[in-house]
């Protein structure tokens, strides 16, 4: 089993419309959390890290986290045909042996013009 | 800053023939990490170096791959007797070292195809 979790698999919005993107660890050690994005032909590109319980903003991408549940989400407002990517959600462990990042498997987000 | 640099960006081999991937980090940076991607497992973690040395290679097939970084410039991926199921994105990534709110920076990835 994933030990990080990405729903939907794939999503698609419309231009100018709110796209929500959702991941769940099931492993309590990992504590930290970045959302990558990766276009095609491209590597991944770190889009943005929440570590506390809480909403992380900027600007028009904001991440939640709620640790208790070990779920967070990537709520991408007024979203552009250039978000059309696949984000992922990647965990890290606490201390100094998680440096590695653990990946979901990826939402392939649509934005239609 | 030209970011993490990958070569080749894509190599054929034959089933059973060796594949070496290079990649520089980023000048400054001292962890250097290597991913797999494909469509059906996704991104997968191989291994990772700290000033060089071999911190974390849990993710490494414990035959035909092999990891080197002999100096802080560049590391290589060694696949040997490469197989159809080794056809994947290798992806290198660097950072700072310490802490968990260091970004880690992706290379563009060599696309593998063992035909």
């Known amino acids: 089993q994933q030990k990080v979790q990405q729903s939907p698999e794939s999503l698609s919005v419309p231009e100018g419309g709110m796209a929500s993107l959702n991941c769940t660890s099931s492993d309590r050690n990992f504590q930290y959390f970045w959302w990558y994005r990766q276009h095609s032909g491209e590597g991944p590109k770190a889009l943005m890290?929440?570590?506390?319980?809480g909403d992380k903003k900027e600007g028009r991408f904001t991440a939640h986290l709620n640790k208790a549940s070990l779920h967070v989400s990537l709520h991408i407002r007024d979203s552009q045909p250039s978000d059309s990517a696949l984000y992922f959600c990647?965990?890290?462990?606490?201390?100094?042996?998680?440096?590695?990042?653990?990946f979901g498997i990826g939402t392939l987000l649509s934005v239609k013009p | 800053n030209a970011g993490v640099i990958q070569t080749p960006r894509h190599k054929v081999t034959g089933k059973g023939q060796e594949a070496t991937l290079w990649c520089e980090p980023i000048?400054?940076?001292?962890?250097v990490f290597w991913y797999r991607q494909t469509i059906v497992q996704g991104l997968e973690f191989l291994t990772y170096?700290?000033?060089?040395?071999?911190?974390?290679d849990s993710g490494m097939p414990k035959e035909r791959f092999s990891a080197q970084m002999p100096n802080q410039s560049h590391s290589t991926l060694k696949i040997q007797s490469t197989q159809p199921q080794d056809s994947a994105v290798y992806l290198c990534?660097?950072?700072?070292?310490?802490?968990?709110?260091?970004?880690?920076?992706f290379g563009p990835g060599t696309r593998l195809t063992v035909l």
């Open positions: 000048s400054g940076h001292s962890a």
């Open positions: 890290s929440i570590f506390s319980d």
């Open positions: 170096f700290r000033n060089q040395a071999p911190i974390d």
């Open positions: 990647a965990a890290r462990a606490y201390g100094s042996s998680g440096n590695k990042l653990i």
């Open positions: 990534a660097s950072s700072h070292w310490g802490g968990s709110s260091y970004e880690q920076y």
